[in-house]
């Protein structure tokens, strides 16, 4: 009989009163829950240790949270939720540029943060699909919608046969739009089916910020958007 392995967790923060607690608490949880107080050493634990998550803080010595997840994205997709105690919405939108896939500001409480580790995990771990519809193109894993190309086995998005960097949470989103062109979708809805957050909804920030970053990257003039647009009281959508 086999034994399931608990999923590990890196907590980095150098406030260690912080970390401790987190520890705990995440160890209560069922996870095994690993600590690092410095950017060099998170970069280092972060890329050999086999993490499930990261939980990451913005301010750190040595590395600060940015440059750590930065250097992380270059190698692994391993979830990662920014830590931040302020509440600029620079971080936020630096954080989810550079491959984040959330972030939470402190003080912030236990359940939310067990709902957003819970939820990333079994996406991470393929234990939940993202993407209910299936694609309108049968037989072919690429959609292309304009000049755009969105092809799900290389994870890629061209447009006008140029590559297009998205972020893992980016590119996500904009797949799931596309595969359900034209259903409209409310930002709490976009929450539970793209970051996975069942029964809790996160910030809804996060969204209006990731659909931003995406806007600039694939359509001509971002104010005035072509591809992803938004229908007040109603929702996003591809159109």
Same mark, same amino acid.
């Given at each position: 009989?086999?034994?399931?392995?608990?999923?590990?967790?890196?907590?980095?923060?150098?406030?260690?009163?912080?970390?401790?607690?987190?520890?705990?608490?995440?160890?209560?949880?069922?996870?095994?829950?690993?600590?690092?107080?410095?950017?060099?050493?998170?970069?280092?634990?972060?890329?050999?240790?086999?993490?499930?998550?990261?939980?990451?803080?913005?301010?750190?010595?040595?590395?600060?949270?940015?440059?750590?997840?930065?250097?992380?994205?270059?190698?692994? +997709? $391993?979830?990662? !939720?920014?830590?931040?105690?302020? %509440?600029?919405?620079? @971080? &936020?939108?630096?954080?989810?540029?550079? =491959?984040?896939?959330?972030?939470?500001?402190?003080?912030?409480?236990?359940?939310?943060?067990?709902?957003?580790?819970?939820?990333?995990?079994?996406?991470?771990?393929?234990?939940?699909?993202?993407?209910?519809?299936?694609?309108?193109?049968? +037989? $072919?894993?690429? !959609?292309?919608?304009?000049?755009? %190309?969105?092809?799900? @086995? &290389?994870?890629?998005?061209?447009?006008? =046969?140029?590559?297009?960097?998205?972020?893992?949470?980016?590119?996500?989103?904009?797949?799931?739009?596309?595969?359900?062109?034209?259903?409209?979708?409310?930002?709490?809805?976009?929450?539970?089916?793209?970051?996975?957050?069942?029964?809790?909804?996160?910030?809804?920030?996060?969204?209006?910020?990731?659909?931003?970053?995406?806007? &600039?990257?694939?359509?001509?003039?971002?104010?005035?958007?072509?591809?992803?647009?938004?229908?007040?009281?109603?929702?996003?959508?591809?159109?």
């Amino acid at each position: 009989m086999s034994v399931e392995l608990k999923k590990r967790i890196l907590i980095v923060d150098d406030e260690k009163d912080i970390t401790e607690i987190l520890a705990y608490n995440i160890s209560r949880q069922g996870y095994e829950a690993d600590v690092a107080f410095d950017g060099e050493s998170a970069l280092s634990m972060a890329l050999t240790g086999g993490y499930d998550l990261i939980l990451l803080d913005v301010m750190l010595p040595k590395l600060d949270g940015f440059i750590v997840c930065t250097r992380i994205r270059e190698k692994l +997709d $391993t979830p990662i !939720i920014m830590l931040t105690a302020r %509440e600029e919405e620079n @971080d &936020k939108i630096t954080g989810l540029e550079l =491959g984040a896939d959330d972030y939470m500001t402190k003080p912030f409480a236990l359940g939310e943060l067990f709902s957003r580790i819970k939820a990333n995990i079994r996406r991470y771990s393929g234990e939940t699909r993202i993407y209910p519809t299936p694609l309108v193109v049968p +037989d $072919t894993n690429t !959609i292309k919608i304009g000049s755009l %190309e969105i092809n799900s @086995d &290389k994870y890629s998005v061209k447009k006008d =046969g140029n590559e297009i960097s998205l972020s893992k949470k980016e590119y996500e989103l904009l797949e799931f739009l596309a595969r359900n062109r034209g259903n409209k979708y409310q930002r709490e809805e976009l929450l539970q089916e793209v970051w996975g957050y069942e029964g809790f909804y996160g910030d809804i920030r996060t969204v209006d910020v990731t659909i931003s970053r995406i806007r &600039k990257k694939i359509e001509d003039n971002p104010s005035e958007p072509q591809y992803i647009q938004n229908k007040r009281g109603i929702g996003y959508y591809m159109a």
